[in-house]
C-alpha cells in the first residue's frame, strides 16, 4: 500500500543527487577554466568580442584590450580562453585587419555596409 509513495520518493531523491553531481561538475569545470584566464590571456567574450587580458579586478572582472588604446571591462564568467575554443572560434583571434586587406580582390566592387550612407552623386 505504500509502495508507490515509497518508490516516488525514492526517484525524486535520485533525481536531487543526479542534479547535485552535475552543479559540482560544472563549478569545478567553471573554475579551472577560470583558473587558466590571467595577464596576457587571449580570450573570446560569450558574444564573440575577441581580446587579450590586461588587468585582473577583485571584482572577478577584467579589463581586455580590443584595440590599440581601448579596453573595455568584462566579467570572468563571460570569457572564453582561445586554447578551450573550437578551432574555428581559434581563428578568429589571429586575423588582422592587414589580412583581410590582402585578401579582398581588388576588382571585386564594395558593397555598402548597413549603416554607411548612400552616396549622393549616384
Known amino acids: 500500500m505504500y509502495w508507490p509513495y515509497l ?3 525514492v526517484l525524486l531523491a535520485l533525481f536531487y543527487v543526479a ?3 552535475n552543479r559540482r561538475r560544472q563549478f569545478a569545470a567553471e573554475t579551472e577554466r577560470n583558473s587558466r584566464i590571467g595577464f596576457g590571456t ?3 567574450t560569450t558574444s564573440g568580442l575577441y581580446g587579450t587580458v590586461v588587468g585582473l579586478n577583485e571584482d572577478d572582472s577584467v579589463q581586455l584590450a580590443i584595440a590599440p588604446g581601448i579596453e573595455v571591462k568584462w566579467t570572468l ?3 572564453r580562453d ?3 575554443l573550437a578551432p574555428r572560434y581559434q581563428q ?3 586575423a588582422r585587419p592587414d589580412d ?3 585578401e579582398m580582390d581588388a576588382d571585386e566592387p564594395t558593397r555598402p555596409g548597413r549603416f554607411d550612407k548612400p552616396d549622393p552623386d549616384s
Do not use: K
Open 77 to 79: 564568467a563571460a570569457l
Open 82 to 84: 582561445i586554447q578551450s
Open 19 to 21: 542534479s547535485m553531481r
Open 100 to 102: 583581410a586587406d590582402s
Open 42 to 44: 587571449e580570450v573570446m
Open 92 to 94: 578568429g583571434f589571429q
Open 7 to 9: 518508490a516516488i520518493v
